[in-house]
Structures are given as C-alpha cells and as structure tokens.
C-alpha cells in the first residue's frame, strides 16, 4: 500500500504562485512515473504535468513556461511551482505515481485563483 499526501494549495490571486508538494510513503518499492493532474467543475480531470523517474518532464501546453514540475527522489516527493497564475487554473489539483505497475492517487488539494 502506498499513501500520497499533497500539500501547498490554498487562495491565490491571479499572476501569483503556489507550490505543491506531494510526498509517498508506505511499501514503497520503486517509485517511477509522478505528476499532477487536475480537475475543474464540470470538467474532466486533465494532466499537468508528469515526470519520470530520470526527471524527464513534460507539460500541458496551458502550463508551460508556467508551471515547473520537479521531484526529490530521496525523499520520495513530487512538486510542482506555479508561477503567474491564472483563474483558468482554478482546480482540484492530484497527485499520482506509479509503483510496480500500479497507479497510486492522492487525496487532491484546491488551488482557487481570484481575478
């Protein structure tokens, strides 16, 4: 079993940052692909960004140049900056990773932007 745990959202005002964090713990083997993915109302959840396990990253073309994704593969974490936010980006923001095959999911965190 692997838990994921996120923090760092919260209530922004457009053009500012936020960071996330999100940190796995449990029966931890491997871990390999991370990333966020996020969930407006009314919308389909939608990838953000995802990063491999050699820090190969890759973005939403609505985030990049924004939005930085980056992990800590000792501490088991995932982060992900973003900069100059914008009210589109107003979401519930989740953690996944990947171990063994299985995909794991965090609880999510609300990132709101005012404009």
């Known amino acids: 079993q692997v838990q994921l745990v996120e923090s760092g959202g919260g209530l922004v005002q457009a053009g500012g940052s936020l960071r996330l964090s999100c940190t796995a713990s449990?029966?931890?083997?491997?871990?390999?692909?991370m990333g966020w993915l996020r969930q407006a109302p009314g919308k389909q959840r939608e990838l953000v960004a995802h990063?491999?396990?050699?820090?190969?990253?890759n973005y939403a073309d609505s985030v990049k140049g924004r939005f930085t994704i980056s992990r800590d593969n000792a501490k088991n974490t995932v982060y992900l900056q973003m900069n100059s936010l914008k009210s589109e980006d107003t979401a519930v923001y989740y953690c996944?990773?990947?171990?063994?095959?299985?995909?794991?999911w965090g609880q999510g965190t609300q990132v709101t932007v005012s404009s």
């Open positions: 996944n990773a990947w171990s063994k095959g299985t995909e794991y």
């Open positions: 449990g029966r931890l083997f491997s871990i390999g692909t």
């Open positions: 990063i491999t396990s050699s820090t190969n990253a």
